[in-house]
Antibody, heavy 117, light 110 residues
Framework: QVQLQESGPGLVKPSETLSLTCTVS????????WSWIRQPPGKGLEWIGHVYYSANTFYNPSLKSRVTISVDTSKSVFSLKVNSVTAADTAVYYC???????????WGQGTLVTVPS | QSVLTQPPSASGTPGQRVTISCSGSNSNIGTHTVNWYQQLPGAAPKVLIYSNNHRPSGVPDRFSGSKSGTSASLVISRLQSEDEADYYC???????????FGGGTKVSIL
């Protein structure tokens, strides 16, 4: 059974960089799109971007200038960095496995990151 | 502003039928399959329907999905108290080169 687990600081200061890691277990990291999705408190889900196992990346245009997603296939982990954060970046961040053109089939449990105002 | 459009809320009494709509465009629903996710309070989203109308094992058959053109629908027949949750339609979008989300529909039991 594929499992994903997010890890990283739960509190980030304004203007600093948010850094999260997602560890993948129970399956290969090859041939899938590894995604980050976030959900501000009380709001809906927003796709942030994804990285293919070959390291090609695609980002949501609304966040593209501040986001970097990378993958380390040797360790079965992929990572998210969001720089210059503000209170608007406070959200539960989920990592997920995606099948191209189809669905996000496995999700992590999510991790809350707070940026104080 | 979400790429896919859903009503913010829906409700019904136990046993009733509830339908949630999801509207998109040719770059997403019109070309690719639609998936529906259920999010219970405090939990991660869970795949409810994939590839327009397929249920993963363990999902009750009172949940069904359909797609026509650039729109899709999720039907909950025989609504139950445990169905109170948020529901999201999600699909690949060629313009994004990624996944487009609906704004979510909160289903309440009256």
């Amino acid at each position: 059974q594929v499992q994903l687990q997010e890890s990283g600081p739960g509190l980030v200061k304004p203007s600093e960089t948010l850094s999260l890691t997602c560890t993948v277990s129970g399956g290969s990291i090859s041939s899938f799109y590894w995604s980050w999705i976030r959900q501000p408190p009380g709001k809906g889900l927003e796709w942030i971007g994804h990285v293919y196992y070959s390291a090609n990346t695609f980002y949501n245009p609304s966040l593209k200038s501040r986001v970097t997603i990378s993958v380390d296939t040797s360790k079965s982990v992929f990572s998210l960095k969001v720089n210059s954060v503000t209170a608007a970046d406070t959200a539960v961040y989920y990592c997920a496995r995606g099948v191209y053109g189809d669905r996000l089939d496995y999700w992590g449990q999510g991790t809350l990151v707070t940026v104080p105002s | 502003q979400s790429v896919l459009t859903q009503p913010p809320s829906a409700s019904g009494t136990p046993g009733q039928r509830v339908t949630i709509s999801c509207s998109g465009s040719n770059s997403n629903i019109g070309t690719h399959t639609v998936n529906w996710y259920q999010q219970l309070p405090g939990a991660a989203p869970k795949v409810l329907i994939y590839s327009n109308n397929h249920r993963p094992s363990g999902v009750p058959d009172r949940f069904s999905g359909s797609k026509s053109g650039t729109s899709a629908s999720l039907v909950i027949s025989r609504l139950q108290s445990e169905d109170e949750a948020d529901y999201y339609c999600v699909g690949w979008d060629d313009s994004l080169n990624g996944w487009a989300f609906g704004g979510g529909t909160k289903v309440s039991i009256l």
